[in-house]
Structure formats: C-alpha cells, structure tokens
C-alpha cells in the first residue's frame, strides 16, 4: 500500500495566488516525521519544511506552511503568495519511527505558476 | 560549508557494463542515502550508510551494491547494467541517522544505459 500519496499530479496557478497541495500519509507509528520538498528543472531537491508528528503546532518556513491534520492522516503544503520561481515538482516525504525508518517519498505533484 | 556532491554528474553507459558512483556528505554529517528517481516510479530509496555500515536497504536488486567510507564519503556500484537503470541517482546526507532532521540532497548524477 501506498504510504504517501499526492493526489494532484500537476496544477496550476496564477502568479501571486496561494496554492496548496495536497499529501495524505499511511503510518501505524505514533512517532514519525513529514517533509515537503522542492524539486526544479535542475533536479537539486531543496528542503521546505518539516513537521514532527507531536508537533502541536503547524510548521511554517517563510511564505511556506504544513497544514497537519493528524487525524485525517493529511499534511498538506501551503504556499502564500505564489511566484513564478514556485514552478518545480514538489514531493511530500515520511520518515517513521523505529529501525526501518528510511524516508518514503510521493509521486509528487508539478506545480506550473502562471504569469 | 559545501554542500552535498556527487559525481559524475552525467554518465553513459551501455548495457551489461557496471557502473560507479560517487557522493561526499557534507562536512561532519554521517549518514549518507542514496535515492533513484525515474518518471516511471518516482523516488525510490535504495539505501542508507551509517558509519561505515549499511543501515537500511530498499527493494532493489542484488546488482545494486553500496559503501561508505571512514571519511563518510559513498559509493555506490550497478553491476550488469540494464536499460531500465537509466535514472537520476541523488544522495542525501544528514547528520546523525535515523533522526527526523533534514536531509541535504546533492545535485544528482544522471546515468544513461543504452
């Protein structure tokens, strides 16, 4: 089963709109950590922002915030005040706990600002 | 402080042929994964290297074969090469394993298998 799963493959968005993308997560571990990272043309990944599953509060990293809703299993990345350099691939990521703790990344989802 | 490298950036090879790759952490980071990433699956997780050690293992084949360093540098080697290991192959490194901290990922080596 998949444990990370980008529903929106591309999307797209005009210039200075906010944008937010989704990702549900598939884990039995009560200890676990989501990423979201970037990922443009260049093929670098660049890390967003990390939220750790006891985290009571939202993560926010700039014009970037993860909306974590535990329960639902969703963690969703918001970006405020879109810009052209957003266009990129962005994946959601999931470490779990325990020995088999490896990172477990989604498909992803390309998102293509519009000017 | 430097940031993650791989190299080469951009290998072709044909099939049967074997093939090395190399990535240097960041300065002081110990753990070193290495990912392959083809349109067709995504980012796959291949494996994971700890002080020298082998950490964690995703689902490849036996081909696939890593190792790490004193140094914390890695290297990890495709033997018998076939035309669907045509990827992209990104290493990331953090600083201690099996922590929620960030990985740094480096720009990539870009393998062609014809």
């Known amino acids: 089963a998949q444990k990370i799963t980008q529903t929106q493959p591309g999307m797209f968005v005009q210039e200075k709109e906010a944008v937010t993308l989704d990702c549900t997560y598939d884990?039995?571990?009560?200890?676990?950590?989501l990423f979201w990272y970037k990922q443009p043309s260049s093929g670098e990944m660049i890390f967003l922002i990390y939220?750790?599953?006891?985290?009571?509060q939202n993560a926010t990293e700039g014009r970037y915030s993860l909306n974590f809703q535990k329960a639902r299993k969703s963690a969703n990345l918001v970006i405020s005040a879109s810009q052209l350099g957003d266009s990129a691939m962005y994946f959601c990521?999931?470490?779990?706990?325990?020995?088999?703790?490896?990172?477990?990344f989604g498909k992803g989802t390309r998102l293509h600002i519009l000017p | 402080k430097a940031g993650v490298t791989q190299t080469p950036r951009y290998l072709i090879k044909t099939r049967g042929q074997q093939v090395t790759l190399s990535c240097s952490p960041i300065?002081?980071?110990?753990?070193v994964s290495w990912y392959q990433q083809t349109p067709g699956q995504g980012l796959q997780f291949l494996f994971e290297?700890?002080?020298?050690?082998?950490?964690n293992k995703g689902n490849f084949p036996g081909r696939f074969s890593g190792r790490q360093f004193s140094n914390s540098r890695s290297e990890m080697n495709v033997s018998t090469l076939e035309l669907g290991d045509s990827a992209l192959y990104l290493c990331?490194?953090?600083?201690?394993?099996?922590?929620?901290?960030?990985?740094?990922f480096g720009p990539g080596t870009r393998l062609t298998v014809l």
């Open positions: 990521a999931m470490r779990e706990g325990g020995r088999d703790d490896k990172i477990i």
């Open positions: 939220q750790g599953s006891y985290d009571e």
């Open positions: 884990t039995s571990d009560q200890s676990y950590g």
């Open positions: 290297y700890f002080s020298e050690t082998q950490r």
């Open positions: 990331a490194s953090t600083a201690l394993a099996g922590t929620y901290n960030e990985q740094f």
């Open positions: 300065s002081g980071h110990r753990s």
